[in-house]
């Protein structure tokens, strides 16, 4: 079956820096779903970060754009999430999800997988 493990969150002060990595298994076609980053904080709604279509577009939420870059390696199936000027706002479990053959988008409802997430903390 399909897996997703997400890895590479920790703390870090406001201005610093991570990547995240989430490595999939079990695809047929890894190459061919639409992959995105989305992050949950405690008591708030899942929120959509990044995604990145089969054929390498992305795209970002307002409140990240310039300040996170999305990848992913069709070779070793991995997805990536650079981020760069954390700010305390940051702070979240980060998940990693798997969408659809033919559209990418910002809605939770529209990926069918997801992994288990890696904690980010952000400090002022």
């Known amino acids: 079956q399909v897996q997703l493990v997400e890895s590479g969150g920790g703390s870090v002060q406001a201005g610093g820096s991570l990547r995240l990595s989430c490595a999939a298994s079990g695809y047929t076609s890894y190459s061919n779903y639409c992959m995105a980053w989305f992050r949950q904080a405690p008591g708030k709604q899942r929120e959509w970060v990044s995604h990145i279509t089969r054929g390498g577009m992305t795209s970002y939420a307002d409140s990240v754009k310039g300040r996170f870059a999305i990848s992913r390696d069709n070779v070793k199936n991995t997805l990536e999430l650079q981020m760069h000027s954390l700010k305390p706002e940051d702070s979240a479990m980060y998940l990693c999800?798997?969408?659809?053959?033919?559209?990418?988008?910002?809605?939770?409802?529209?990926?069918?997988?997801w992994g288990q997430g890696t904690q980010v903390t952000v400090s002022s």
């Open positions: 999800a798997r969408g659809s053959f033919t559209s990418c988008s910002s809605r939770a409802t529209s990926y069918n997988s």
